[in-house]
């Protein structure tokens, strides 16, 4: 989603206040590594956006250099811009432990798609021995809590369906509790409106045909794919294949429930939460934000909002009689109040799981922790933003995270 944006707006990186690289390291901190997961359109280590502009930080500079600076192991993992939140959960199983994507036997058979996809170098956690905190932006919420929740239980399709010796780690349900915490931020976990039909309108058509553009024109330049992979290859959007083909296969992608368009919109989200829980040794914590303020029409957004999220805020936030999906989720004016992309009271917890407030003398694992909204960020703000400068506060705010996650207990 903020890809285009980078691409204008990379050049200001001159003036942003990154935190300088050649300040000598911190002592190493007592705390698990730190990995990063990006949410819709964004990218990660080992692609050519993140060394244009980091995904974590944007304009502000890069989160993930600053705390290395300040003695913290962190990472910036890489999963596709727009796949299912499924698929992307399998990619950052791959990142960490270095191997070929496996997206499962019974779960690309149902879907009619490729079992496997993209390889990868291993991120460099040390990941399953050593555990991690996940600290997930829009989207990455959901990759997150399946990631989590695959490696806690595993699936029975896919150990059902995958002949002997082929069953990919991810799914035997053997890797739980090397998952310290999960943090989301602006993370869409109920869905968002903005993709709703009396919502959607030229920002989300307009981000929608920028990535699928990006996506195809990278099927055809290798070059730009390296530099901002896509990661379709399952569903034959790769080198090779021609310019028609690839506008078929990538409305059939759309049109799929295999993608990010399905499991950001409010029934898709309802489908993705009934197959995931929160698991009792993990500490959750969310973050959702809150651009808008009250008016006669509803609510609308203070005008330092990200340009290019003005439209969708301002239809986000309109007045308008209660209505109930499809799948039977109420949408009423407490839905009004949001960060641009993302509605406030989605990013606050998934409606299926236990939370409370956040009580920094009791926080407790298998339930979340629903922190302050962070009032006046836009969804872009949340990740560093890309105005000239960054947004104020960045940094500070994760590092503040991090201190958090770092008090807490080790599981066994």
Wanted: charge should be negative; aromatic fraction near 8%.
């Amino acid at each position: 989603m903020a890809w285009l944006v980078a691409l204008c707006l990379c050049v200001v990186l001159l003036a942003s206040p990154a935190a300088a690289k050649d300040n000598p390291p911190a002592e190493k901190r007592d705390c698990a590594p730190i990995v990063f997961v990006h949410g819709l359109g964004g990218w990660g280590e080992g692609t050519g956006m993140e060394e244009l502009i980091p995904m974590w930080g944007g304009t502000s500079g890069s989160v993930k250099t600053y705390l290395e600076q300040r003695g913290y192991e962190a990472y910036a993992a890489s999963v596709s811009p727009v796949s299912s939140a499924w698929d992307r959960a399998c990619e950052l199983y791959a990142h960490l432990t270095g191997t070929r994507t496996d997206y499962g036997e019974a779960h690309a058979k149902a879907y009619g798609h490729g079992r496997f996809g993209p390889s990868y170098e291993a991120l460099g956690a040390d990941w399953p021995r050593q555990p991690i905190h996940l600290i997930a932006h829009s989207f990455g919420g959901a990759t997150a809590r399946m990631f989590a929740q695959l490696c806690a239980e595993g699936s029975a399709e896919e150990r059902a369906a995958t002949p002997a010796g082929e069953l990919s780690p991810l799914f035997s349900g053997k890797l739980g509790g090397r998952i310290i915490s999960i943090t989301t931020v602006s993370a869409p976990h109920n869905g968002t409106t903005a993709l709703v039909a009396p919502v959607q309108g030229l920002t989300v058509e307009g981000i929608k045909l920028s990535l699928y553009s990006a996506a195809g024109m990278g099927a055809m330049l290798p070059l730009l794919n390296e530099s901002y992979p896509f990661r379709l290859e399952q569903f034959g959007v790769a080198n090779g294949a021609g310019p028609i083909t690839l506008v078929k296969r990538l409305v059939a992608f759309d049109q799929s429930e295999d993608s990010s368009q399905h499991d950001l919109s409010v029934d898709g989200a309802l489908a993705v939460n009934k197959g995931i829980h929160c698991q009792p040794d993990i500490y959750y914590f969310s973050y959702p934000a809150d651009i808008t303020y009250a008016a006669c029409s509803g609510r609308v957004p203070d005008l330092r909002i990200t340009p290019m999220l003005l439209e969708s805020s301002l239809r986000m936030g309109q007045k308008r009689q209660p209505y109930t999906t499809p799948g039977g989720v109420h949408i009423d004016d407490a839905w009004l109040p949001n960060d641009g992309l993302v509605n406030t009271i989605s990013a606050q917890y998934p409606f299926n799981e236990p939370h409370r407030a956040y009580d920094p003398a009791n926080v407790r694992p298998g339930v979340w922790q629903v922190m302050p909204t962070l009032v006046g960020w836009d969804h872009i703000d949340a990740g560093g933003g890309m105005r000239l400068g960054g947004t104020a506060g960045t940094m500070e705010f994760y590092l503040e995270q991090v201190r958090i996650l770092e008090a807490l207990d080790r599981p066994n």
